[in-house]
């Protein structure tokens, strides 16, 4: 079967992978979209480490082909978008709801997938750049077959991570003030979560000033190229920052044009030794600087709870998908992801 393998130095399409059958717990899933995430690329340029060589992909939906011993929650024919939590669902931390903070969920890559009889890795417990793919039954959400795959692929990853991160981290509340620094797609979904959420200014920062009228859209009330003009837009600070972006010279701006009370977000993802600084007595004003791990989500619940926010017309997801590319064209929508020409580029299988 197909599938995007990077072996440590380059990044190819292959038609000869296998993978396992699934085993008690698992879900074997027909993927048709996944979504291209910034993430995968970090793997390629090593801003996220990982063993290799790996089949890259996180961000997807398909349909369910095969279920394991005790799985009964799906069966085969059913229309799932998939998460990265291969959490236990016994610990302390999945017993208190926060699954994203499992011990077992993340540090133990799984080798279902093999090429030419050698093991390979399994991306965010997830490899959604295959044509099939294995994973825990935990991971995977039924949703209504009227959402298009391709749209329904992104709830696993953007939406999860820049709704979650507005709605289950920050805790956005009504009349709010929110700054959103990096309008792509973390950034975009930060937008539209603080629309939902009620807040009363939302103001995008992008370098690119092309992606004004797709901030707007997704409910930005003001748009900057810099952050230099955001003290006239919100003279006392913003209640809430997210830097979607993964600069560490950006994450100073957030944190320094807070208000009293404000929190910064973190959400875009510098190299792993990336240090940043920030001025200690402005903290002494109740400030807060927020780490978040994929929105704080709880996938079993979030996931389907965006799936009813999009079909009543209040969560956009066709919008994210700028376009579509058949998996073979895996270099293309790279470079266009790369170069900030779609929102999210989405692989075709």
């Known amino acids: 079967m197909r599938g995007v393998v990077f072996d440590g130095?380059?990044?190819?399409?292959?038609?000869?992978?296998e993978i396992?059958?699934?085993?008690?717990?698992?879900?074997?899933v027909a993927i048709s979209a996944a979504g291209l995430c910034h993430s995968d690329l970090s793997v390629v340029d090593g801003t996220i480490p990982f063993p290799v060589p790996v089949v890259?992909?996180?961000?997807?939906?398909?349909?369910?082909?095969?279920?394991?011993?005790?799985?009964?929650?799906v069966r085969p024919g059913d229309h799932v978008a998939l998460s990265t939590l291969a959490n236990c669902g016994t610990c302390a931390e999945c017993d208190r709801g926060r699954p994203t903070m499992c011990r077992k969920a993340i540090g133990m890559?799984?080798?279902?997938?093999?090429?030419?009889?050698?093991?390979?890795?399994?991306?965010?417990?997830?490899?959604?750049?295959?044509?099939?793919?294995?994973?825990k039954a935990v991971q995977v959400v039924r949703i209504p077959k009227d959402i298009p795959l391709p749209s329904a692929a992104l709830i696993g990853c953007g939406v999860l991570t820049g709704v979650g991160a507005v709605l289950n981290r920050a805790r956005v509340d009504r009349g709010d003030t929110v700054l959103v620094i990096g309008t792509g797609g973390i950034g975009l979904n930060v937008l539209q979560g603080a629309r939902i959420a009620g807040a009363l200014k939302i103001v995008?920062?992008?370098?690119?000033?092309?992606?004004?009228?797709?901030?707007?859209?997704?409910?930005?009330?003001?748009?900057?190229t810099s952050t230099e003009a955001v003290k006239d837009i919100l003279p006392t600070g913003a209640d809430h920052a997210f830097e979607c972006v993964g600069r560490v010279e950006l994450i100073r701006q957030a944190i320094d044009l807070l208000d009293r009370h404000g929190q910064a977000v973190l959400l875009g993802v510098p190299p792993a030794t990336a240090e940043a600084?920030?001025?200690?007595?402005?903290?002494?004003?109740?400030?807060?600087?927020?780490g978040c791990r994929y929105g704080s989500s709880r996938p079993q619940r979030d996931i389907a709870l965006y799936a009813d926010l999009y079909r009543e017309?209040?969560?956009l997801l066709d919008e994210l998908v700028t376009?579509?590319?058949?998996?073979?064209?895996?270099?293309?929508?790279?470079?266009?992801?790369?170069?900030g020409r779609v929102a999210r580029a989405v692989l075709t299988f």
């Open 204 to 224: 995008a920062v992008d370098a690119n000033p092309a992606k004004e009228a797709v901030a707007r859209r997704f409910g930005a009330t003001h748009f900057l």
């Open 56 to 73: 890259l992909g996180h961000e997807g939906a398909g349909v369910v082909e095969a279920v394991g011993a005790g799985v009964g929650h």
């Open 109 to 135: 890559p799984r080798q279902p997938f093999t090429r030419g009889g050698r093991p390979l890795y399994q991306f965010a417990s997830n490899s959604a750049f295959a044509e099939r793919t294995v994973v």
């Open 9 to 17: 130095k380059r990044t190819q399409v292959v038609d000869d992978l």
């Open 20 to 28: 396992r059958d699934p085993g008690p717990g698992e879900v074997q």
């Open 277 to 290: 600084s920030f001025l200690v007595s402005s903290m002494y004003l109740d400030k807060s600087i927020l």
């Open 323 to 339: 376009r579509t590319y058949p998996v073979e064209d895996f270099e293309k929508a790279a470079q266009d992801a790369e170069g």
């Open 313 to 315: 017309g209040r969560l």
